[in-house]
């Protein structure tokens, strides 16, 4: 009986057993700090929980004892694909240098805002409506000949068309930024990558 007596003090001192806090004073110690080793190690697994994305998973053992899984919950990701495609049906547009009406898959595009010396022109996009979508089609420009205001002669090369960064605005939303790579030859003193705002102006 002394045995059986003296076994059930020592599984009541040890921490991490749930149950009424034990009557000796050391055990009362080793359980307090049980407790409060418990309380911390739960509050750091919540807050990695929120920074992380993913699941609590209580498992057998200790006060304290969790363990985080590996990759986020379906309920995330299934979170992530709803906002994808709320945004991939939106009807984004763009307006032309910010300005004007809302335009969607633009055949055109003038690059040059203060003179419209250089054009995106014949521009077949793909994935309208994405974070990014592209075109394939022709960047043109003004050769400049005598001078630019005098000038008719324009010349062109094969280049892609990428729209980004949509924002919502008071017309709905925009794509703000337009990046040109021309594919094609072009004189030396053409940068072959350029990027355009395509911000709304007030």
Not at 57 to 64: D, E, F, Q, R, Y
Not at 111 to 136: E, F, H, I, M, P
Not at 163 to 185: D, M, Q, R
Request: with cysteine; glycine share 8%; net charge positive.
């Amino acid at each position: 009986m002394a045995t059986c007596a003296n076994h059930a003090l020592r599984s009541q001192a040890r921490p991490g057993v749930l149950g009424r806090p034990p009557h000796s004073g050391v055990a009362q110690v080793k359980y307090g700090r049980a407790m409060r080793t418990s309380v911390v190690l739960r509050s750091l697994s919540a807050a990695l929980v929120m920074l992380s994305g993913a699941s609590l998973i209580p498992v057998a053992g200790p006060v304290g004892t969790v363990a985080l899984a590996s990759n986020p919950p379906a309920a995330v990701h299934a979170v992530q694909g709803v906002r994808a495609a709320s945004i991939s049906k939106m009807n984004v547009a763009v307006k032309d240098c910010g300005l004007g009406p809302r335009l969607v898959r633009p055949k055109t595009l003038i690059l040059a805002c203060a003179d419209a010396n250089a054009q995106g022109v014949r521009l077949v996009w793909s994935n309208w409506g994405q974070a990014k979508t592209t075109a394939k089609g022709t960047y043109t420009w003004n050769i400049c000949v005598p001078y630019c205001a005098a000038s008719n002669k324009w010349d062109n090369a094969a280049a892609t068309f990428t729209l980004g960064k949509p924002v919502h605005t008071k017309t709905g939303w925009l794509y703000e930024t337009l990046t040109v790579n021309i594919t094609g030859s072009v004189p030396k003193d053409i940068q072959r990558t350029q990027v355009f705002s395509e911000k709304p102006v007030s």
